[in-house]
């Protein structure tokens, strides 16, 4: 059985930092690529990072230079640390992950999805 386990969140302080991670089974995680997404309420799922198989990393430009993509393999996990928190960055923080990800920001992309964890950055 496919599971991917995200946690993490919770509630920061702007320019805060926090560390998710997504634990990964079911799959031989060492060749699959891993994205995260976040939605928030009223919003569509964005696509925020994704690392590949291979660890080369996709931000998207609003988080480039604040959050940081990496997987250990030994572990089989996905890490996001995201610093210089926002209030824009509020959101649900889903992992997913497809064998193959041409487009990292496109949710349709990823066949595994994890339940999301609540990051709430406030003012």
């Known amino acids: 059985e496919v599971q991917l386990q995200a946690s993490g969140g919770g509630l920061v302080q702007a320019g805060g930092s926090l560390r998710l991670s997504c634990a990964v089974s079911?799959?031989?995680?060492?060749?699959?690529?891993i994205g995260w997404f976040r939605q928030a309420p009223g919003k569509e799922r964005e696509g925020v990072s994704c690392?590949?198989?291979?660890?080369?990393?996709y931000y998207t430009p609003s988080v480039k230079g604040r959050f940081t993509i990496s997987r250990d393999n030994a572990k089989n996990t996905v890490y996001l640390q995201m610093n210089s928190l926002k209030p824009e960055d509020t959101a649900a923080y889903y992992c997913?992950?497809?064998?193959?990800?041409?487009?990292?920001?496109?949710?349709?992309?990823?066949?595994?999805w994890g339940q999301g964890t609540q990051v709430t950055v406030s003012s």
């Open positions: 079911g799959f031989s995680f060492d060749d699959y690529d």
């Open positions: 997913a992950a497809d064998r193959v990800v041409l487009s990292p920001e496109d949710p349709y992309e990823y066949d595994y």
């Open positions: 690392i590949s198989s291979s660890g080369m990393p």
